[in-house]
């Protein structure tokens, strides 16, 4: 009588594989699947009233919404140079960048200056601090990374996070917004942009009508909130507490 | 409006998860369908709907016999409509068990009954435990554990009678 591990470890074996050809496919597939899933999709939600906050210039605003502590330290962070991994990461967005275009994406990265990769703002979250970084690109903007000190780095050497590059040409609303969480840290929302016209701060609207204030860095901004928080509103601020930009955003 | 994006990629964990599972959903949707171009499709249908309704899946939980029990149920539905079709269209692929050139083993897995194939593929194959390949497949943890006695014991009926 045929033993049954023999039969399981022979079938293991020779039970079909996928073709590379369907796998490449595959990939291709749930890779744009992903970078949609991954973009801002909200439907329009009634507006809360807002009730505007005026934040001084240079002012290192921590807030506290629904019990996360978030507190910005781009003070000490803001030009430090970036470590290797982090370097690397830049220089993977170049080669996703590269694949995109070969797969047909409708996605259109800019490639990035690696090397001039460097430190933005770092916030403190319930998983630890997250840095923002940021390098120039080739197309007169800048790319991001978006991780957390205490990740271990991985086996390529780079560091994981979420990355990608501030949209070209500006949107109408002259500030870009996006949340995400990623699989190490399932609990934590991350919530980042652009403002790209001169700013200062940026004040982001939650669906419950409470706001967080955030510091805007080269441009960028960074915050943190518990995952599933709904956001309808972000506005930018001069030095002087103008607001310079406004956008209204469609809450799932 | 114009649609607002930073660009995003959190493509590096999408694109990890694709690598770590890729090959068992296919696995378990050929399990379902014996035919690679059905699996191609619901494999890779299963993986998209996955990351798009990754938001209501229980992180706590493995991933692999969730994204399984996707490409399983696609995989269902993909041969449900394929049968509505003429049947001379089945049996095309020439690495399919059941052609002349697949080996015994294979041959007595392609000739079980789908549901002990399943429980035979699931279990055997892709190492999911019994109540795992429950929940994949939807029935009661003892009546997979009677398809999977039954299906090996066919199997080996098969192999014993080819080796005789």
């Known amino acids: ?252 | 409006m114009a649609r607002e994006a930073d660009l995003v990629a959190d493509a590096q964990a999408v694109e990890a998860l694709f690598d770590e599972h890729w090959v068992t959903a296919w696995r378990a949707a050929y399990a379902v369908t014996g035919r690679r171009d059905l699996a191609d499709d619901a494999a890779q249908d299963a993986f998209v709907n996955a990351i798009r309704s990754f938001a209501s899946f229980d992180r706590a939980r493995p991933f692999a016999p969730w994204i399984a029990k996707i490409a399983v149920n696609r995989a269902r539905d993909l041969l449900r409509a394929e049968r509505r079709r003429t049947v001379t269209e089945l049996d095309e692929d020439p690495e399919a068990p059941g052609h002349a050139d697949a080996s015994g083993l294979l041959l007595g897995v392609a000739a079980l009954p789908s549901e002990q194939r399943e429980a035979v593929v699931l279990h055997h194959v892709l190492g999911f435990t019994l109540r795992e390949v429950a929940e994949i497949v939807g029935t009661p943890e003892g009546t997979v554990a009677s398809r999977l006695g039954r299906g090996v014991a066919a199997i080996r009926q098969t192999m014993e009678a080819e080796h005789a």
Not at chain 1, 42 to 63: E, K, N
Not at chain 1, 122 to 147: F, V
């Open chain 1, 1 to 252: 009588m045929l033993d049954a591990d023999l039969i399981e470890r022979e079938l293991r074996e020779q039970y079909p594989r996928p073709s590379a050809a369907a796998t490449e496919r595959a990939r291709a597939a749930v890779m744009e699947s992903a970078t949609e899933r991954l973009r801002p999709t909200r439907s329009v939600h009634a507006r809360r009233q807002w009730r505007p906050v005026l934040v001084g210039a240079g002012i290192v605003v921590a807030l506290a919404v629904a019990g996360v502590g978030l507190a910005a330290g781009f003070g000490v962070f803001e030009g430090t140079p970036a470590p290797p991994d982090v370097s690397t990461n830049f220089k993977q967005l170049n080669q996703f960048a590269d694949a995109a275009v070969q797969k047909g994406f409708a996605l259109k990265l800019p490639q990035t200056d690696a090397s001039k990769a460097h430190g933005v703002v770092e916030i403190q979250t319930p998983d630890g601090p997250e840095d923002l970084w940021a390098a120039p690109n080739n197309q007169g903007g800048r790319c991001y990374l978006i991780d957390w000190a205490n990740d271990p780095i991985g086996k390529d050497g780079s560091r994981y996070g979420v990355n990608g590059c501030a949209q070209s040409p500006p949107p109408p609303s002259n500030i870009s917004v996006s949340d995400v969480w990623v699989y190490l840290h399932p609990d934590v929302m991350t919530v980042y942009g652009s403002v790209y016209v001169p700013a200062a701060t940026v004040q982001v609207t939650l669906d419950n009508g409470s706001s967080v204030t955030l510091p805007v860095v080269e441009n960028l901004f960074l915050g943190s909130l518990p995952k599933g928080t709904k956001l309808s509103k972000v506005v930018a601020f001069d030095a002087s507490g103008n607001e310079v930009a406004q956008r209204p955003l469609q809450s799932n």
